[in-house]
């Protein structure tokens, strides 16, 4: 079992930025790839950024591109999520979820529960 913990969340005027952390425990976590999703209101669940275990390998949904930066500790129980210029399309509930062995848009089985994130124009 697997269990994800995010913070960092807020509030946060266009422009401006956030860190979302995402801290994982249980079994074999380390070798899984790490990545975060987000909902907004009325919508889908989407990918947003997937970093490997080893983390030298990142992909962002093309939204995100150039804002986002996903990164992970050495000692890969820690995933972060640094959003620069973000914008009010950006606000949702973002979730971290890993599960997978490799990193993909496809979510694996383990998710966090959520942490806010509201841009204001």
């Known amino acids: 079992q697997v269990q994800l913990v995010e913070s960092g969340g807020g509030l946060v005027q266009a422009g401006g930025s956030l860190r979302l952390s995402c801290a994982a425990s249980g079994r074999s976590f380390s070798t899984y790839a790490m990545g975060w999703f987000r909902q907004a209101p009325g919508k889908e669940r989407e990918f947003v950024a997937v970093?490997?275990?080893?983390?030298?390998?990142?992909y962002y949904a093309d939204s995100v591109k150039g804002r986002f930066t996903i990164s992970r500790t050495d000692a890969k129980n820690t995933v972060y999520l640094q959003m620069n210029s973000l914008k009010p399309e950006d606000t949702a509930v973002y979730y971290c979820n890993t599960g997978q062995w490799l990193p993909t848009t496809t979510p694996g089985v383990y998710w966090g529960r959520g942490t806010q994130v509201t841009v204001s124009s």
């Open positions: 970093i490997s275990w080893s983390a030298g390998d990142t």
